[in-house]
């Protein structure tokens, strides 16, 4: 970034975020912070394999396949009613009006078309 982008009051911030979050300079912070590195490293039990962290995801991963499948048994039992309500509206509605009087009508004549279109409804 160039100089002239920084205001007087953003060199003032910076500077205090900087200080705010400048690594700790005692040595007394880097050792500690080692040594509580290098126990949790000797801690570490060996038999510990990666299918034992597996082992502890088996409940939680089992109780979302759950509701995994129950949302699918609700989505598919919802979109069977619709296929039989619909299946059931089409047999019970009246049928649509057909092509078939349009076509009657320009081969019988143009006088008599519009009486045969609404008679043959």
């Known amino acids: 970034m160039t100089d002239e982008r920084w205001t007087s009051g ?7 975020l900087r200080a705010l979050y400048a690594a700790p300079t005692e040595e007394s912070y880097w050792d500690a912070l ?5 126990a949790h490293v000797s ?5 510990v ?15 979302a396949a759950a509701a995994l499948i ?30 078939e009087p349009a ?6 004549g143009d006088g008599d078309a519009a009486i045969h279109v609404l008679i043959s409804r």
């Open 103 to 108: 076509t009657r009508a320009a081969a019988i």
């Open 43 to 47: 801690r570490r039990d060996d038999t």
């Open 34 to 38: 080692e040594s509580r590195i290098l």
């Open 49 to 63: 394999s990666w299918w034992s962290e597996l082992a502890e995801m088996a409940r939680p991963g089992l109780a």
């Open 70 to 99: 129950f949302a699918a048994s609700l989505a598919l039992v919802h979109s069977r009613q619709l296929e039989v309500s619909s299946a059931y509206a089409s047999v019970i509605s009246p049928a649509p009006a057909t092509i």
């Open 10 to 16: 953003d060199t003032e911030l910076t500077s205090a």
